[in-house]
């Protein structure tokens, strides 16, 4: 397989010249169904402070100790909690991946194996755990793994929270969702592609 560049910036992936699609792009139907009336400030915020929370934890997950803010500790500790109370050995952290045939690219949080099982888990740490949107990207992320040779057998949310408390959410096996948001994306991809050429 050819080798996939990820650029923090701009949140970009690419496979030669050409630029794939992310799996938040893909999945920006239903995002903006859940977060269209939200303010733009309470939304960049939010992101920040997931940006952040995603750091430590990846920190914490690679070098066993980790610095953070006071807003943070919570979620931090949550985290901690989650990795006590559960047997975790990860393959993959903040691992980015692309699927040769669909052509699109995803970053997993974490891949490896959960109390026994081969598993992809995504960490949140918004309000409310929106699971309609949750199950259609864990479902992208899973044919990103499989794609690359990975066998998954469960898909998780671990929810962590500003009480200092995770909830662990297994979700459906089902790309229903997944593969609906990918062909309007390809649709609507393939209808600019035409209206850019004149046809």
């Known amino acids: 397989m050819a080798k996939l560049l990820f650029f923090d910036e701009g949140h970009v992936y690419k496979i030669g010249d050409e630029t794939l699609p992310s799996v938040s792009e893909i999945t920006r139907f239903i995002s903006r169904e859940i977060y269209g009336t939200v303010g733009q400030y309470t939304l960049d ?3 920040d402070r997931g940006t952040r929370v995603h750091k430590a934890c990846e920190i914490l997950d690679k070098y066993g100790k980790v610095d953070v803010s006071e807003d943070i500790v919570p979620y931090i500790q949550a985290y901690i909690k989650f990795r006590k109370e559960h047997t975790v050995v990860w393959d993959k952290i903040e691992h980015a991946l692309y699927h040769p045939e669909l052509s699109f690219a995803g970053t997993l949080d974490r891949l490896g194996t959960l109390d026994g099982k081969r598993v992809i888990l995504d960490i949140k740490s918004t ?4 699971k309609v949107s949750a199950t259609a990207q864990l479902n992208l992320y899973k044919m990103l793994a499989e794609a690359n040779g990975e066998a998954i057998d469960s898909l998780y ?4 929270r500003n009480t ?20 309007l994306h390809n649709a609507l991809k393939k209808k600019a592609r035409k209206k850019k050429n004149g046809e």
């Not at 200092?164 to 062909?183: S, V």
């Open 45 to 47: 915020n939010a992101a």
């Open 157 to 160: 949310i671990l929810h962590i």
């Open 127 to 130: 309000r409310t755990l929106q």
């Open 164 to 183: 200092g408390d995770y909830k662990l959410h297994e979700m459906p096996i089902d790309p229903t969702t997944a593969l609906a948001c990918l062909t």
